[in-house]
């Protein structure tokens, strides 16, 4: 029954073009099951494939990435990025891997590249097609991973730093594995145009490294250039298109356009390529919004999304051809962006979904790093403010090549922030390094929001590079099911939860039905101050709206948060809480206003609740039972962490304030009826909250 419910929600997410184009899809793959691969004299020009595999070797007609010469020049530059890269190969000819939060396995020889040595699966060898993915019994991400084959380049790196013929055998040695056992159609490794696509940029780059080795035999090249071949048409031909057009499709045309760059012996590559990049550059514009911002509304998608554009936009350079303006645009503004979220040295944001997908892996880092993208973007663009926020290493001299990019300008200030209008990101900064983002925008990109999570109004605060109200992450795709739910969870993010119920309805896993629409009231970054609200819980049988006014001025140490919750009626019954989910790295206690927060036993924030009406504390950490209170350090892994916040009642109208202030602040009055140091009074017409804290003291009124 949930099977079917998932399916007719997912038809509802769908036009009558895309459910006519999925239906056909069936047809595409009932003849690709029939169909015979071409040979590699079937696909090169004039059949000669003797004289292809010259030119291969030769690299004429094509740019150069991974190259011998350029090798000896970046080991000399990096030394420390070497070393790493020269350890991730010996690990690697050991047979050891490791994918995203799960424990290191070892590939036991004769190597199943359908077999998850984890949870001990073997993944049929059936004809893709046919495949459930979402139903099976092992992590189909551990799987797809170790089958992108995105391990080959750094061996290729390897080998070219070295010149050990080890790194070149242990590469070919799983390449002509993986092609046995790897038909095009058949296994979880073909299932579906963008896997195909992502690994064919590694296996394309790879390639080009190995093309001196005597190990890289014409037999060889052309059993890889047929799969390429092969790649690369079912990347245009099972695009991702309608509700699935994000970055899968933008990874499809990436590998086809990566392909017809590094092979231009293939017949269609000219066709292809001007395929690829006409809508490279469309994509870029759709998926890179005005301000910068990625549509999907998930950093992590954002910055993956700009690696393929990079490493399209870097061979195109490379072999002295014009990027086109669509994309060259596309990833300064993205990178513009993100150096305005990260800073010279803040804490990288986490909200909605983050896969850790590489477009290219060109060093040993775990996971992708938005310092070492910007570096990259500065080096084949020139973007100077991506070349001053960036780190170079090993992956921005290999992208950058011999003559990298010279900053074009001077790099944007970081000022008191930034308001992203599109994308729905206010950062506000302040004295003492303090950093604040909220959350206005819309949950997610196409009618699925598939990478979004309802984080409406959500913040995020860290002060001088801690962070201290922190995004869980996203928890887990298909490993661990229960923890997705909750970390997509309105409930999971420092927002307000009404009725138990997340802001926008869950249709699965990666769907969402009925969405939050955000409206922005006021945003003042030069005062440190904004104001918005939401109609997620108008649905509700007691329908709600959720106003959030966040005040952070730029001269004062303390936040101050104020949530007004209206019900559509004077008797709208109110059951809501605030959440703050802290940094794993602290602890709480109670304190006589709220929660003190401490770090390795020093105290860094007092949190002070107050309300309108009676509220209740709330505090929970690592509750296995509930999946609340985790942080979410990887994919698949998870620590335990405290989520703090205010449990209120009323009817009507209720407000709820919460103020971040730094230790010894607070201020107090014996005596007082009104003694606490954050009071919150309404009457018909304004809504009045008084933070008691010295010099950081605050003020504010709210009209009603």
Same mark, same amino acid.
Request: proline fraction near 6%; charged fraction near 25%.
């Given at each position: 029954?949930?099977?079917?419910?998932?399916?007719?929600?997912?038809?509802?997410?769908?036009?009558?073009?895309?459910?006519?184009?999925?239906?056909?899809?069936?047809?595409?793959?009932?003849?690709?099951?029939?169909?015979?691969? !071409?040979?590699?004299?079937?696909?090169?020009?004039?059949?000669?494939?003797?004289?292809?595999?010259?030119?291969?070797?030769?690299?004429?007609?094509?740019?150069?990435?991974?190259?011998?010469?350029? %090798?000896?020049?970046?080991?000399?530059?990096?030394? +420390?990025?070497?070393?790493?890269?020269?350890?991730? %190969?010996?690990?690697?000819?050991?047979?050891?891997?490791? *994918?995203?939060?799960?424990?290191?396995?070892?590939?036991?020889?004769?190597?199943?590249?359908?077999?998850?040595?984890?949870?001990?699966?073997?993944?049929?060898?059936?004809?893709?097609?046919?495949?459930?993915? #979402?139903?099976?019994?092992? +992590?189909?991400?551990?799987?797809?991973?170790?089958?992108?084959?995105?391990?080959?380049?750094?061996?290729?790196?390897?080998?070219?730093?070295?010149?050990?013929?080890? *790194?070149?055998?242990?590469?070919?040695?799983?390449?002509?594995?993986?092609?046995?056992?790897?038909?095009?159609?058949?296994?979880?490794?073909?299932?579906?145009? *963008?896997?195909?696509?992502?690994?064919?940029?590694?296996?394309?780059?790879?390639?080009?490294?190995?093309?001196?080795?005597?190990?890289?035999?014409?037999?060889?090249?052309?059993?890889?250039?047929?799969?390429?071949?092969?790649? %690369?048409?079912?990347?245009?031909? +099972?695009?991702? #298109?309608?509700?699935?057009?994000?970055?899968?499709?933008?990874?499809?045309?990436?590998?086809?356009?990566?392909?017809?760059?590094?092979?231009?012996?293939?017949?269609?590559?000219? /066709?292809?390529?001007?395929?690829?990049?006409?809508?490279?550059?469309?994509?870029?514009?759709?998926?890179?919004?005005?301000?910068?911002?990625?549509?999907?509304?998930?950093?992590?998608?954002?910055?993956?999304?700009?690696?393929?554009?990079?490493?399209?936009?870097?061979? $195109?350079?490379?072999?002295? #051809?014009?990027?086109?303006?669509?994309?060259?645009? =596309? $990833?300064?503004?993205?990178? #513009?962006?993100?150096?305005?979220?990260?800073?010279?040295?803040?804490?990288?944001?986490?909200?909605?979904?983050?896969?850790?997908? *590489?477009?290219?892996?060109?060093?040993?880092?775990?996971? !992708?790093?938005?310092?070492?993208?910007?570096?990259?973007?500065?080096?084949?663009?020139?973007?100077?403010?991506?070349?001053?926020?960036?780190?170079?290493?090993?992956?921005?001299?290999?992208?950058?090549?011999?003559?990298?990019?010279?900053?074009?300008?001077? !790099?944007?200030?970081?000022?008191?922030?930034? &308001?992203?209008?599109?994308?729905?990101?206010?950062?506000?900064?302040?004295?003492?390094?303090?950093?604040?983002?909220? +959350?206005?925008?819309?949950?997610?990109?196409?009618?699925?929001?598939?990478?979004?999570?309802?984080?409406?109004?959500?913040?995020?605060?860290?002060?001088?590079?801690?962070?201290?109200?922190?995004?869980?992450?996203?928890?887990?795709?298909?490993?661990? /099911?229960?923890?997705?739910?909750? &970390?997509?969870?309105?409930?999971?993010?420092?927002?307000?939860?009404?009725?138990? %119920?997340?802001?926008?309805?869950?249709?699965?896993?990666?769907?969402?039905?009925?969405?939050?629409?955000?409206?922005?009231?006021?945003?003042?970054?030069?005062?440190?101050?904004?104001?918005?609200?939401?109609?997620?819980?108008?649905?509700?049988?007691?329908?709600?709206?959720?106003?959030?006014?966040?005040?952070?001025?730029?001269?004062?140490?303390?936040?101050?948060?104020?949530?007004? $919750?209206?019900?559509?009626?004077?008797?709208?019954?109110?059951?809501?809480?605030?959440?703050? !989910?802290?940094?794993?790295?602290?602890?709480?206690?109670?304190?006589?206003?709220?929660?003190?927060?401490?770090?390795?036993?020093?105290?860094?924030?007092?949190?002070?609740?107050?309300?309108?009406?009676?509220?209740?504390?709330?505090?929970?950490?690592?509750?296995?039972?509930?999946?609340?209170?985790?942080?979410?350090?990887? $994919?698949?892994?998870?620590?335990?962490?405290?989520?703090?916040?205010?449990?209120?009642?009323?009817? =009507?109208?209720?407000?709820?304030?919460?103020?971040?202030? /730094?230790?010894?602040?607070?201020?107090?009055?014996?005596?007082?009826?009104?003694?606490?140091?954050?009071?919150?009074?309404?009457?018909?017409?304004?809504?009045?909250?008084?933070?008691?804290?010295?010099?950081?003291?605050?003020?504010?009124?709210?009209?009603?």
């Amino acid at each position: 029954m949930r099977k079917l419910e998932w399916y007719s929600r997912r038809l509802a997410a769908m036009s009558v073009g895309e459910i006519a184009w999925r239906a056909s899809g069936v047809v595409r793959a009932a003849r690709d099951e029939r169909r015979r691969l !071409p040979t590699a004299a079937e696909i090169v020009a004039d059949g000669a494939t003797a004289t292809a595999f010259d030119g291969f070797r030769a690299a004429d007609g094509r740019p150069v990435l991974l190259d011998r010469a350029r %090798a000896a020049t970046i080991a000399d530059e990096y030394p +420390d990025g070497l070393a790493a890269v020269l350890a991730a %190969a010996e690990r690697l000819v050991d047979g050891r891997v490791q *994918f995203f939060g799960y424990p290191a396995a070892r590939l036991v020889e004769p190597i199943d590249w359908s077999h998850d040595p984890v949870a001990d699966v073997h993944w049929p060898r059936i004809a893709s097609g046919r495949l459930n993915h #979402r139903s099976a019994a092992g +992590d189909a991400k551990w799987i797809w991973e170790l089958n992108r084959l995105q391990h080959l380049p750094l061996l290729a790196q390897a080998y070219l730093f070295t010149g050990d013929e080890r *790194f070149a055998e242990t590469a070919w040695h799983h390449l002509d594995g993986w092609l046995a056992q790897s038909p095009p159609g058949h296994g979880i490794a073909w299932r579906g145009a *963008f896997e195909a696509g992502v690994r064919a940029i590694s296996i394309a780059v790879a390639l080009q490294g190995l093309r001196d080795s005597p190990a890289t035999t014409r037999d060889r090249y052309e059993a890889v250039l047929v799969v390429l071949d092969e790649s %690369a048409r079912r990347c245009w031909d +099972d695009r991702s #298109r309608y509700s699935s057009a994000n970055n899968h499709l933008v990874g499809e045309l990436a590998g086809l356009a990566v392909v017809s760059l590094l092979h231009p012996e293939l017949t269609e590559s000219g /066709p292809r390529l001007a395929r690829a990049l006409r809508h490279l550059a469309h994509e870029a514009r759709a998926q890179i919004l005005p301000d910068g911002a990625g549509a999907e509304q998930a950093f992590a998608y954002q910055l993956f999304t700009g690696d393929l554009l990079l490493v399209v936009a870097a061979l $195109l350079r490379a072999a002295d #051809r014009p990027v086109p303006e669509g994309m060259t645009a =596309g $990833l300064d503004r993205s990178a #513009r962006y993100l150096a305005a979220l990260v800073g010279d040295d803040d804490p990288v944001p986490r909200y909605g979904d983050d896969d850790e997908g *590489f477009a290219l892996r060109l060093d040993d880092a775990p996971v !992708p790093d938005v310092r070492t993208h910007l570096a990259a973007v500065g080096a084949v663009t020139g973007d100077p403010t991506a070349a001053a926020r960036g780190r170079a290493g090993v992956t921005s001299a290999w992208l950058g090549g011999s003559e990298p990019a010279t900053p074009h300008g001077e !790099p944007e200030p970081l000022g008191a922030g930034r &308001h992203a209008a599109d994308g729905g990101l206010v950062v506000l900064r302040g004295d003492g390094g303090r950093v604040l983002t909220m +959350d206005v925008g819309p949950l997610g990109y196409l009618s699925i929001a598939a990478h979004g999570h309802a984080d409406a109004l959500a913040l995020t605060l860290a002060v001088d590079g801690r962070e201290i109200v922190s995004d869980p992450g996203a928890g887990s795709y298909y490993g661990h /099911p229960d923890r997705r739910r909750v &970390h997509r969870s309105t409930r999971a993010h420092a927002t307000v939860e009404v009725a138990g %119920a997340d802001q926008s309805t869950t249709g699965g896993p990666f769907l969402w039905t009925d969405r939050a629409q955000v409206r922005v009231r006021r945003v003042d970054v030069a005062g440190g101050v904004v104001d918005a609200e939401h109609d997620g819980y108008t649905r509700l049988a007691d329908p709600v709206v959720h106003r959030r006014r966040v005040v952070a001025a730029p001269g004062s140490p303390a936040v101050l948060v104020v949530d007004v $919750l209206t019900g559509a009626a004077a008797d709208t019954r109110i059951e809501a809480r605030t959440t703050w !989910p802290l940094h794993p790295d602290l602890d709480v206690i109670c304190g006589p206003a709220g929660h003190l927060v401490h770090a390795a036993g020093t105290l860094v924030m007092d949190v002070v609740h107050a309300a309108d009406v009676p509220f209740t504390r709330e505090e929970v950490r690592g509750d296995e039972a509930s999946g609340l209170g985790w942080w979410a350090d990887r $994919l698949e892994s998870r620590l335990p962490a405290c989520w703090i916040g205010a449990a209120v009642r009323g009817t =009507g109208r209720v407000v709820v304030a919460t103020a971040f202030v /730094p230790p010894g602040t607070l201020e107090s009055r014996p005596g007082d009826p009104l003694d606490g140091p954050l009071l919150v009074t309404v009457d018909e017409d304004t809504i009045l909250v008084t933070l008691r804290a010295g010099d950081a003291s605050i003020v504010e009124r709210i009209a009603l």
